[in-house]
Antibody
Framework: EVQLVESGGGLVQPGGSLRLSCAAS????????MNWVRQAPGKGLEWVAN????????YYVDSVKGRFTISRDNAKNSLYLQMNSLRAEDTAVYYC?????????????WGQGTLVTVSS | AIRMTQSPSSLSASTGDRVTITCRAS??????LAWYQQKPGKAPKLLIY???TLQSGVPSRFSGSGSGTDFTLTISCLQSEDFATYYC?????????FGQGTKLEIK
């Protein structure tokens, strides 16, 4: 069974940092692009970033470029999102999601999400 | 970035109804369009990808169509479990972008 479990969310002050983790199981992690998607309270979905199987390609939404870094550790079947210079508008539930890269299907499995609150 | 615009933003319907949600891209995206369903407090669920391909396990009352800039999601006979918020997303180019969502409510 495919499982994605996020952790690392919490309350952080503006300008602070936080590192999110996503533990993957039940599938061949090294075969898939992985993504972060976020949802501000009461708002819609926003794709944040993704990373290629070997980490050689990464893409970001403009609003987080230079502040967030996506990475992965294939030996640990884990995905990460390092978030620096956090702003109030980064407050959201952050979801880890897999692309079924083998057949070209986007975001076919999602984690349950972890809440990040940026507030003083 | 490609802008995705859904209509309507909200929709009231009854069980058994047929409903259609539209999604328009600000530029051509071929068939790189997916639809997701989200229920309150839950993660989104993939329904359709490649504009019209039903994800495994999704009921056949859901269907998608379109290519280029105009797309539709149709639910042929609404069931109680279908009342949720629906999002389209393009994965033709980066950044991937979602529509603003369509909330489907019980009339």
């Amino acid at each position: 069974e495919v499982q994605l479990v996020e952790s690392g969310g919490g309350l952080v002050q503006p300008g602070g940092s936080l590192r999110l983790s996503c533990a993957a199981s039940g599938f061949m992690f090294t075969s898939h692009w992985m993504n972060w998607v976020r949802q501000a309270p009461g708002k819609g979905l926003e794709w944040v970033a993704n990373i290629k199987q070997d980490g050689s390609e990464k893409y970001y939404v403009d609003s987080v470029k230079g502040r967030f870094t996506i990475s992965r550790d294939n030996a640990k079947n884990s995905l990460y999102l390092q978030m620096n210079s956090l702003r109030a508008e980064d407050t959201a539930v952050y979801y880890c999601a897999r692309d079924d890269s083998i057949v070209g299907v986007p975001l076919d499995f999602w984690g349950q999400g972890t809440l990040v609150t940026v507030s003083s | 970035a490609i802008r995705m615009t859904q209509s309507p933003s909200s929709l009231s319907a009854s069980t058994g109804d047929r409903v259609t949600i539209t999604c328009r891209a600000s530029q051509g995206i071929s068939s790189y369009l997916a639809w997701y369903q989200q229920k309150p407090g839950k993660a989104p669920k993939l329904l359709i990808y490649a504009a019209s391909t039903l994800q495994s396990g999704v009921p056949s009352r859901f269907s998608g169509s379109g290519s280029g800039t105009d797309f539709t999601l149709t639910i042929s006979c609404l069931q109680s479990e279908d009342f949720a918020t629906y999002y389209c997303q393009q994965y033709y180019s980066y950044p991937r972008t979602f529509g603003q969502g369509t909330k489907l409510e019980i009339k």
